[in-house]
């Protein structure tokens, strides 16, 4: 059976998309049958894959409105597309639509992407969500559907606030919906060392992190231009500049997520 993992923060702009689209490239590139799913309605990891959004007509959020209206999940093949050797569910504006319809389900409506996902577990080593930055109905379907959470943190902005919010979220999940839920570790983005800031968030982010006893991926990614222009040429970092700093701590991120296993 795969193993479910959403990337998940509630701030924009922290690389959630940027890890979900490399980490996804480097554990295929290991030999994993990895799939992703986004779940963001704006859709940056389906413009990342080298889709333009709003000209896609089986989305996740179709899915998500077949389930809404009580119809039958219709066969997941059309909807799942390929970039190299990373398989994807892509997102547009649907999504959004979908959102604001979950209202409508009177019954369970958390679990509807656990239902979307369950026949596709038996067919994939890794399933990779993409959260929207929010803490709505999209992603308590997300950490309802998943097994384990990474947290991307922007190395400059800690906010103590936004992380405990997202831990008091995923308790509330854990009793809620999903007993076995975890938070396996929080991934440090756009960090430079060398800045007394980033030194300073990491510190406050070990004492938070130690009290509710998540580990921190040893692996810190840099600040890099690389990443915006990589994203901007539809390319992962690696098939931007396999011998970049950043391109390094990914795969050393990534080796970290594999030998949790
Ligand atoms: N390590 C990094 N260094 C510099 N820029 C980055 C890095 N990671 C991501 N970015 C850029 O920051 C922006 C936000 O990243 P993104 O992955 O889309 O965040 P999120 O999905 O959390 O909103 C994008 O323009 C992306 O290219
Ligand atoms: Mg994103």
Redo the contacts with the bound molecule.
């Keep these: 059976m795969g193993k479910v993992y959403a990337i998940i ?1 509630q ?9 979900v689209f490399n980490m996804a490239a480097e554990m295929a590139e290991q030999g994993k049958k990895v799939l992703t799913i986004d779940m ?1 309605p704006q859709g ?1 990891l389906t413009t990342s894959m080298g889709q333009v959004p709003s000209e896609l007509e089986y989305t996740i959020g179709d899915l998500f409105m077949e389930l809404i209206d009580r119809k039958p999940l219709p066969d997941i093949k059309d909807y799942i597309l390929s970039r190299g050797k990373v398989e994807y569910i892509p997102a547009n504006l649907a999504l959004s639509v979908a959102d604001a319809s979950i209202q409508r389900v009177i019954v369970a409506r958390e679990y509807l992407l656990k239902k979307i996902i369950a026949p596709l577990r038996s067919l994939y080593d890794y399933i990779i969500i ?1 959260c929207p ?1 929010t803490l709505g109905s999209l992603v308590v379907n997300a950490l309802t559907a998943s097994d384990a959470l990474i947290v ?1 943190i922007k190395a400059n902005d800690m906010d103590t606030k936004g992380f405990d919010s997202l831990i008091d979220t995923v308790e509330m999940i854990k009793i809620e919906t999903n007993p076995s839920l975890k938070i396996e570790g929080v991934l440090l ?2 960090f430079d060392e060398r800045l007394l800031e980033a030194r300073d968030v990491l510190k406050t982010l070990e004492g938070s992190c130690e009290y509710f006893s998540i580990p921190i991926y040893r692996a810190k ?5 690389k ?2 222009r990589a ?1 901007r040429q539809r390319k992962t970092i690696a098939e931007f500049d396999i011998n970049s700093k ?1 391109s390094l701590s990914y795969k050393e991120f990534v080796r970290e997520v594999l030998a949790d296993e």
């Design positions: 923060n701030k924009g702009g922290v690389g959630k998309t940027t890890t963001d940056s993409d930055p991307p983005t756009m990614i840099g600040t890099s231009t990443a915006a994203f950043i």
